[in-house]
C-alpha cells in the first residue's frame, strides 16, 4: 500500500506571495490531518479535514486554509506569506482514529 | 499552549546503553498516547502506542511504560544503536485533539 504522498517536496516563495500544498492520503484513508513543523515550535497543528468536512481546527491565523476533496486528497494554502511561514508542512492521514501515517512533507522557504 | 511536556530536549547515549524519554500531559480526556520517530528529511514515523487500561507495552526493543494517576508516559529504548540515532516525539490524542512533544533528539554513539 502506498504511504502518504505530498507534493512538492520543496518549495522557496517570497514574502506576499500564496503558496498550496498537496497531499494524497493512504487509500482508504479519509481523514487527513495538516501539522507545521519548525524547530523552535516543534508540530504544530493546523487543521483536520474528514470526508471533506473540516473536523477539528488548530490555532493558526485565517491566512492557512485547506481543503479536502471527494477522493479524500487535501490541499493547505497559505496567504500573504509571512518569513516566519518557512517550515515544514506535514501530512497525516488516518481511517479517522489517532493512528495518524505521516507523509515527508513540503519543506517551505519564505525569502 | 502546551499541553505534552517531552524531556529531555537531547539525549547522547552508549551503543548498546538504554535511552529514556519521559513526557507528561495534563488533559485528563486522552486516552491514547503513541511516540513517533523521525529522521532528517523524512516524516514522523509511528513508533508504538498505548492506550491507559495498560501500564506498559513492548515491541521489540521499545517499551512503553504508563503512568495513569501521575499522567506521565516514557519511552526506553533498550540496547541503543547508532541506527536509532533520530528524533522522537510522544504525544497525547483524546477527544478530538492531539498534541505533540517538542521532540527529543537522540544521538546513539558507537
Known amino acids: 500500500k502506498a504511504g502518504v504522498t505530498q507534493t512538492p517536496r520543496y518549495l522557496i516563495k517570497t514574502r506576499g506571495q500564496q503558496v498550496t500544498l498537496s497531499c494524497s492520503p493512504i487509500?482508504?484513508?479519509?481523514?487527513v490531518s495538516w501539522y507545521q513543523q519548525t524547530p523552535g515550535q516543534g508540530l504544530q497543528f493546523l487543521f483536520e479535514?474528514?470526508?471533506?468536512?473540516?473536523?477539528n481546527k488548530g490555532n493558526f491565523p485565517g491566512r492557512f486554509s485547506g481543503r479536502q476533496f471527494s477522493n479524500s486528497r487535501s490541499e493547505m494554502n497559505v496567504s500573504t506569506l509571512e518569513l516566519g511561514d518557512s517550515a515544514l508542512y506535514l501530512c497525516?492521514?488516518?481511517?479517522?482514529?489517532?493512528?495518524?501515517?505521516f507523509g515527508p512533507g513540503t519543506r517551505l522557504t519564505v525569502l | 499552549q502546551q499541553q505534552v511536556k517531552q524531556s529531555p530536549q537531547s539525549l547522547i547515549v552508549q551503543k548498546g546503553g538504554i535511552s529514556i524519554i519521559n513526557c507528561a500531559y495534563e488533559?485528563?480526556?486522552?486516552?491514547?498516547f503513541p511516540w513517533y520517530q523521525q529522521f532528517p528529511g523524512k516524516g514522523p514515523a509511528l513508533l508504538i502506542a498505548?492506550?491507559?487500561?495498560?501500564s506498559e507495552k513492548k515491541e521489540g526493543r521499545f517499551t512503553i511504560s504508563f503512568n495513569k494517576s501521575a499522567k506521565q508516559f516514557s519511552l526506553h529504548i533498550m540496547d541503543s544503536q547508532p541506527g536509532d540515532s533520530a528524533t522522537y516525539f510522544c504525544?497525547?490524542?483524546?477527544?478530538?485533539?492531539?498534541?505533540f512533544g517538542a521532540g527529543t533528539r537522540l544521538t546513539v554513539k558507537p
Open positions: 497525516a492521514s488516518s481511517l479517522g482514529t489517532y493512528e495518524q501515517f
Open positions: 487509500s482508504g484513508h479519509r481523514s
Open positions: 479535514y474528514f470526508s471533506e468536512t473540516q473536523r
Open positions: 488533559n485528563t480526556a486522552f486516552d491514547y
Open positions: 498505548i492506550r491507559p487500561d495498560v
Open positions: 504525544a497525547a490524542a483524546g477527544n478530538n485533539d492531539m498534541r
